[in-house]
Structure formats: structure tokens, C-alpha cells
């Protein structure tokens, strides 16, 4: 291992205040919750899961060559005698010490991104143009929840400039806790949007709860709103009541701070004219959609607000590209021709389902080619939910969508909405869905594949990836 360690030994068990049985490990070089993929040198931390406890995996653990295994009291007498480990209190408690621990060694640039839609997507912008002035955090998946937060703090370098961190939500109560973990110079909400209502009485009670990142702020430290939505005002008045020293908006709104002045929208790509803080910037954005642009008006306040280059950071935004199950495009050969599949599959609520529409829409198509969109039900939308969906009918036939393959028994509501020549198929489940979808594809269609993750549309993208090869690049 090349430079300083992640953790010594005897940093990360006083972070955790741990008892050590067993040999003290000179270094750390990593943290894992996960025996698959966890490397000789890190450390395990046991965690529990809602199906799994990690206490059964520390043998394997051992085996592999953890530097050092974290378990609680109750099973220290189990592996007596087996290798190096950290006994603490609650596993999970333990990490979230040593990510405070972590945090308080920084001398970096912290940034902690929250919103019903693009969190992700934002923080994979972060990491892109934040990577391009200085070495960068963030983490490696959507890790936003109340072990990813802290698993993400732990595996941050002393060393870093700076450090991105997304934080989510299922129920009120879970987004403070996480964002005092973080404690960020710079906090967003992307947006609020009716998602997660069988959880919250309104659409207010969820801008309530995003806003409560702006409580975790460092003292005098950034928070960042949204002009655009109907929320704006409320965040902007519970941003004034948290530790806040600046109030940063941005969208298409006259008065935003950070302000779209016009974009070209294409398939592929767009281009975009804002003003910055009173700078005007002009920069192509590598990832299609309207949502995409006016994220990338947070992405620029945030490092404004960190004193990094702007003129380095819209440059690099052109190398955004969308992570995988987020919009991801790929070509594909059919019989007589190519193809394009947008994987939208990990996720979707009524704002990013109608924005992947959207860009279907804008998609071109060749031939006899037809625009596709094959959609699972959203989830936790409570009572709202039956409405929501069939309320997308409007939104398939103004983007000029000819065929909807549709599962699950909320999309049932938007497939008997639908004209019939707009209707592809029904089935009650993703996987009833499948094969008619893989025989429905001809040369010139371009899909879109979109649904909750619970929905399961990840193994329809996996059929048609099977059945269908890569198509060569001049086709």
C-alpha cells in the first residue's frame, strides 16, 4: 500500500472506544461490510442488516484476511482464539464514532447533497468536477442511509480536499442524524417531489424533512435551495433557522443566485447558459435532461460556495455521463439494424418518471423504428399513488411515445389510460413482462426502462443486454 494508511490500528479503535482481542494491526487499508468484497488488509465491521446479521460472516471474514473484525459484546466469547478484533458496544454505533472521528480530522471541503430526485446524479457531478482540483471523496454507490453515511465517512481519507456526501430518506426523523455526521460546509436539496408519501402526510412535510440537512451545517457553512419549486420558500426559511451563514438559490427563476439563462436539450447531451453568482458560464453538460441541467446549477453554487475553480468545473461537466440504472444509453444490434436502450431501472418517482419521458421523446428514431417506454409501478406513494400513475398518460402522448410495455398493479392504471395504438403490453409483473418486450424489439426502436428498484425492471435491461449484443460502432 502506497502512502499513508487509511486507519492505523490504533486510530480506529480509539475512534470506536473498542476493546482489542487479539494482535493490534499496524494498518488499515480499508472498510467493509461485505465478505464479497472485502480485501486482505480492511477492516470488518459486523454490521446488522434487515436480513442478515454480519456476526455470521466473520469467520469468513478472518479467513480472507481482515485486519481486524468489529463485533459487539454478545459474540466476542465466539471467536476466541480466531484473529484480531475490535469488541464494541453496537457495531453500527461504532462505525458511526469513527466516522465522526474521520470528519473531525479533516481539512477538506465538505459537501452533503439531499432531494426527492438526483441526489446521485449530483453527487456523481461533484465527484467529477471536485475530483479535477483535488484528491475526492464520495461514495461508491447510493449509499445514503443510516449505515451508508457513516461507512462512506470511514472510508475517506485523511488526506482528501474535499468530500461529497449523499444523504436519503424512507420516514421522517432520518435525515438529521446522518447530516450531523457529515456536519457539511455546503448542503443541497436538488428538489422536493411527492415521493416517499406513504410516509408523510404532504409534499411540505418532505421539504421539512430535506431541509433538516441545513441543521447539520458547519457553522456559517452553505446551504443551497431551489428556486423553482413550490417548497422554495419554505426551505429557504428553515435554511435561515439552521446554522447557515449563506443562503444560496438556484434555477430558472428571475431572482436565482444560480440561473439558467437557456440550454439546448439533445438526446445526448446538452448545452447551457447560466450566470453564476453575477459570472456568466457557458459549459455542454455529457448527460441528457432538463433535470440534469438545472442540477448541475446546484453542482456550480457548491463550488462556488467551496472556492474552487468555476471555469475548471463547468468544463469538466462535459464528461458527465449517466451511472448505470440512471440513464444510462447503450446500442445494441436487432436483426437489420441497431437499437438504443436507456437503463432507468434503479429507480423512479412521478418527477424523474416524467423526465425520462421527456427525453424519449427528444430521442431520434430511424426507420421503422418506435419510441418504447417500459414502466414499473413507483412506489411509496401511499393513497397518491393510483393518480400518479395514471396521471403519466399525458406525459407519454405530448412526447410522442408509440408503445408502453407496463407492470405492476399501479402501472395497470396508466396502461388502460393509454389510446390502444399507444398500448405495448400488460403484465403483473416485471418478469411476465420480459419476454414480451425482448420479441417486441425491432432495429431503429430506442426503450427507455424505468420503475422503482423494487419493481425488479433491472432484469428486463439484463434479458435484452442477453439476447441482443453491442452494436458495432459504425452501424
Same mark, same amino acid.
Given at each position: 500500500?502506497s502512502?499513508?494508511?487509511l486507519?492505523?490500528g490504533?486510530?480506529?479503535?480509539?475512534?470506536?472506544?473498542?476493546?482489542?482481542?487479539?494482535?493490534?494491526?499496524?494498518?488499515?487499508?480499508?472498510?467493509?461490510?461485505?465478505?464479497?468484497?472485502?480485501?486482505?488488509?480492511?477492516?470488518?465491521?459486523?454490521i446488522?442488516?434487515?436480513?442478515?446479521?454480519?456476526?455470521?460472516?466473520?469467520?469468513?471474514?478472518?479467513e480472507?484476511?481482515?485486519?481486524?473484525?468489529?463485533?459487539?459484546?454478545?459474540?466476542?466469547?465466539?471467536?476466541?482464539?480466531?484473529g484480531?478484533?475490535?469488541?464494541?458496544?453496537?457495531?453500527?454505533?461504532?462505525?458511526?464514532?469513527?466516522?465522526?472521528?474521520?470528519?473531525r480530522?479533516?481539512?477538506?471541503?465538505?459537501?452533503?447533497?439531499?432531494?426527492?430526485?438526483?441526489?446521485?446524479?449530483?453527487?456523481?457531478?461533484?465527484?467529477?468536477?471536485?475530483?479535477?482540483?483535488?484528491?475526492?471523496?464520495?461514495?461508491?454507490?447510493?449509499?445514503?442511509?443510516?449505515?451508508?453515511?457513516?461507512?462512506?465517512?470511514?472510508?475517506?481519507?485523511?488526506?482528501?480536499?474535499?468530500?461529497?456526501?449523499?444523504?436519503?430518506m424512507?420516514?421522517?426523523?432520518?435525515?438529521?442524524?446522518?447530516?450531523?455526521?457529515v456536519?457539511p460546509?455546503?448542503?443541497?436539496?436538488?428538489?422536493?417531489?411527492?415521493?416517499?408519501?406513504?410516509?408523510?402526510?404532504?409534499?411540505?412535510?418532505?421539504?421539512?424533512?430535506?431541509?433538516?440537512?441545513?441543521?447539520g451545517?458547519?457553522?456559517?457553512?452553505?446551504?443551497?435551495?431551489?428556486?423553482?419549486?413550490?417548497?422554495?420558500?419554505?426551505?429557504?426559511?428553515?435554511?435561515?433557522?439552521?446554522?447557515?451563514?449563506?443562503i444560496?438559490?438556484?434555477?430558472?427563476?428571475?431572482?436565482?443566485?444560480?440561473?439558467?439563462?437557456?440550454?439546448?436539450?439533445?438526446?445526448?447531451?446538452?448545452?447551457?447558459?447560466?450566470?453564476?453568482?453575477?459570472?456568466?458560464?457557458?459549459?455542454?453538460?455529457?448527460?441528457? %435532461?432538463?433535470?440534469?441541467?438545472?442540477? &448541475?446549477?446546484?453542482?456550480?453554487?457548491? $463550488? +462556488? #460556495?467551496?472556492? *474552487?475553480?468555476?471555469? @475548471?468545473?463547468?468544463?469538466?461537466?462535459?464528461?458527465?455521463?449517466p451511472?448505470?440504472?440512471?440513464?444510462?444509453?447503450?446500442?445494441?444490434?436487432?436483426?437489420?439494424?441497431?437499437?438504443?436502450?436507456i437503463?432507468?431501472?434503479y429507480?423512479g418517482?412521478?418527477a424523474?418518471?416524467?423526465?425520462?419521458?421527456?427525453?424519449?421523446?427528444?430521442?431520434?428514431?430511424?426507420?421503422?423504428?418506435?419510441?418504447?417506454?417500459?414502466?414499473?409501478?413507483?412506489?411509496?406513494?401511499?393513497?397518491?399513488?393510483?393518480?400518479?400513475h395514471?396521471?403519466?398518460?399525458?406525459?407519454?402522448?405530448?412526447?410522442?411515445?408509440?408503445?408502453v410495455?407496463?407492470?405492476?398493479?399501479l402501472?395497470?392504471?396508466?396502461?388502460?389510460?393509454?389510446?390502444?395504438?399507444?398500448? %405495448?403490453?400488460?403484465?403483473?409483473?416485471? &418478469?411476465?413482462?420480459?419476454?414480451?418486450? $425482448? +420479441? #417486441?424489439?425491432? *432495429?431503429?426502436?430506442? @426503450?427507455?426502462?424505468?420503475?422503482?428498484?423494487?419493481?425488479?425492471?433491472?432484469?428486463?435491461?439484463?434479458?435484452?443486454?442477453?439476447?441482443?449484443?453491442?452494436?458495432?460502432?459504425?452501424?
Open positions: 500500500m502512502g499513508a494508511p486507519w492505523t490504533e486510530q480506529l479503535l480509539q475512534a470506536m472506544g473498542a476493546r482489542l482481542v487479539g494482535a493490534r494491526p499496524a494498518e488499515i487499508s480499508g472498510i467493509s461490510i461485505d465478505t464479497r468484497t472485502l480485501a486482505a488488509g480492511d477492516a470488518f465491521f459486523a446488522k442488516g434487515e436480513a442478515r446479521d454480519g456476526h455470521e460472516f466473520v469467520a469468513g471474514a478472518l480472507k484476511g481482515t485486519a481486524l473484525a468489529v463485533i459487539d459484546e454478545a459474540h466476542a466469547h465466539v471467536f476466541n482464539g480466531a484480531s478484533y475490535a469488541v464494541v458496544d453496537d457495531v453500527l454505533r461504532a462505525m458511526e464514532r469513527a466516522g465522526v472521528a474521520r470528519r480530522e479533516l481539512n477538506a471541503g465538505v459537501v452533503a447533497v439531499t432531494g426527492s430526485v438526483g441526489k446521485t446524479g449530483t453527487k456523481e457531478a461533484l465527484r467529477l468536477v471536485l475530483s479535477r482540483q483535488g484528491q475526492t471523496h464520495a461514495p461508491v454507490a447510493s449509499y445514503n442511509n443510516h449505515w451508508g453515511v457513516p461507512l462512506t465517512l470511514c472510508r475517506t481519507p485523511a488526506s482528501v480536499r474535499y468530500g461529497v456526501y449523499e444523504i436519503g424512507n420516514a421522517p426523523g432520518e435525515i438529521l442524524p446522518l447530516a450531523k455526521l456536519t460546509d455546503v448542503a443541497i436539496v436538488t428538489t422536493v417531489q411527492p415521493v416517499h408519501l406513504a410516509a408523510f402526510k404532504s409534499v411540505e412535510g418532505i421539504a421539512e424533512e430535506k431541509a433538516a440537512i441545513f441543521q451545517l458547519k457553522p456559517g457553512g452553505t446551504a443551497i435551495v431551489n428556486a423553482d419549486i413550490p417548497q422554495a420558500g419554505l426551505l429557504w426559511k428553515l435554511a435561515e433557522q439552521s446554522p447557515a451563514g449563506r444560496i438559490s438556484f434555477g430558472e427563476h428571475a431572482d436565482s443566485d444560480v440561473r439558467l439563462v437557456s440550454c439546448s436539450l439533445k438526446p445526448d447531451m446538452s448545452t447551457v447558459d447560466a450566470i453564476v453568482l453575477g459570472k456568466p458560464v457557458a459549459y455542454r453538460l455529457g448527460s441528457p %435532461g432538463k433535470h440534469i441541467v438545472l442540477n &448541475s446549477l446546484a453542482v456550480l453554487a457548491a $463550488v +462556488e #460556495a467551496l472556492g *474552487a475553480d468555476l471555469a @475548471l468545473a463547468a468544463l469538466a461537466l462535459g464528461e458527465l455521463t451511472p448505470v440504472g440512471r440513464g444510462a444509453q447503450q446500442v445494441l444490434h436487432a436483426p437489420a439494424g441497431s437499437f438504443i436502450l437503463d432507468e431501472s429507480n418517482n412521478p424523474s418518471m416524467r423526465a425520462a419521458i421527456e427525453n424519449l421523446g427528444r430521442m431520434p428514431v430511424s426507420g421503422r423504428g418506435r419510441r418504447i417506454a417500459v414502466l414499473g409501478d413507483m412506489l411509496e406513494l401511499g393513497e397518491t399513488g393510483p393518480e400518479l395514471k396521471g403519466l398518460a399525458g406525459a407519454v402522448d405530448e412526447n410522442n411515445v408509440d408503445l410495455f407496463a407492470c405492476g398493479p402501472m395497470r392504471g396508466l396502461y388502460d389510460a393509454l389510446p390502444a395504438r399507444h398500448r %405495448g403490453a400488460y403484465a403483473a409483473q416485471a &418478469s411476465g413482462l420480459e419476454p414480451l418486450v $425482448v +420479441e #417486441a424489439i425491432r *432495429a431503429g426502436d430506442v @426503450l427507455t426502462i424505468k420503475g422503482s428498484l423494487g419493481s425488479r425492471m433491472g432484469p428486463i435491461v439484463k434479458a435484452i443486454t442477453a439476447r441482443f449484443p453491442a452494436a458495432a460502432i459504425d452501424e
